[in-house]
Antibody
Framework: QVQLVESGGGLVKPGGSLRLSCEAS????????MSWIRQAPGKGLEWVSH????????NNADSVKGRFTFSRDNAKNLLYLQMNSLTSEDTAVYYC????????????????WGQGTLVTVSS | DIQMTQSPSSLSASVGDRVIVTCRAS??????LNWYQQKPGKAPKLLIF???SLQSGIPSRFSGSGSGTDFTLTISCLQLEDFANYYC?????????FGQGTKVEIK
């Protein structure tokens, strides 16, 4: 079955950096776009980015542009999120999710999610 | 960016009730609309994709409709396990914005 497991979260000081990982299993990782979504404590969901199956196409939210870097290693079934210049606004649970694209319909959807990893930015 | 507005923000309902949540996009998104359910402390779960397609394994009491700018999620006969937060999301163009959420509570 499809499994996504995030890791790398923790407490970091403002201005600091952190790298999150998402390990995928149960499907052909290199066939799928992957996404990052975050959720601040007690708040709603915020789409952060997606990366194409080859890693050559990356789209991300304005709120993270220039600070967050997205990559993947298809040989290792790993997705990465490098976060720099962190602020308290980045405190959130970060989820990775599989993006399924169904070209026959209006289907671009996040059909499998990891359990999330908490990033806390605080001095 | 496309703004997604859900209503209501919260509602109270009883087991067996019919519940309708609406989602409005700030511009036309055709049928690129998804619905997710999230329970406290858990990851979101996909319910409906492409406005009206039921995700595999999701009970048929969940249904979605709409196109363009106005969409609805209907739970035909609310069950105890349906008390949760619900989010719409547009996937027409990046950023793939979410609605602010609707909390379905027990009356």
């Amino acid at each position: 079955q499809v499994q996504l497991v995030e890791s790398g979260g923790g407490l970091v000081k403002p201005g600091g950096s952190l790298r999150l990982s998402c390990e995928a299993s149960g499907f052909t990782f290199s066939d799928y776009y992957m996404s990052w979504i975050r959720q601040a404590p007690g708040k709603g969901l915020e789409w952060v980015s997606h990366i194409s199956n080859s890693g050559t196409i990356i789209n991300n939210a304005d709120s993270v542009k220039g600070r967050f870097t997205f990559s993947r290693d298809n040989a290792k079934n790993l997705l990465y999120l490098q976060m720099n210049s962190l602020t308290s606004e980045d405190t959130a649970v970060y989820y990775c999710a599989r993006l399924t694209i169904d070209s026959g319909t209006y289907g671009y959807y996040l059909d499998h999610w990891g359990q999330g990893t908490l990033v806390t930015v605080s001095s | 960016d496309i703004q997604m507005t859900q209503s209501p923000s919260s509602l109270s309902a009883s087991v067996g009730d019919r519940v309708i949540v609406t989602c409005r996009a700030s511009q036309s998104i055709a049928g690129y609309l998804n619905w997710y359910q999230q329970k406290p402390g858990k990851a979101p779960k996909l319910l409906i994709f492409a406005a009206s397609s039921l995700q595999s394994g999701i009970p048929s009491r969940f249904s979605g409709s709409g196109s363009g700018t106005d969409f609805t999620l209907t739970i035909s006969c609310l069950q105890l396990e349906d008390f949760a937060n619900y989010y719409c999301q547009q996937s027409y163009t990046t950023p793939y914005t979410f609605g602010q959420g609707t909390k379905v509570e027990i009356k």
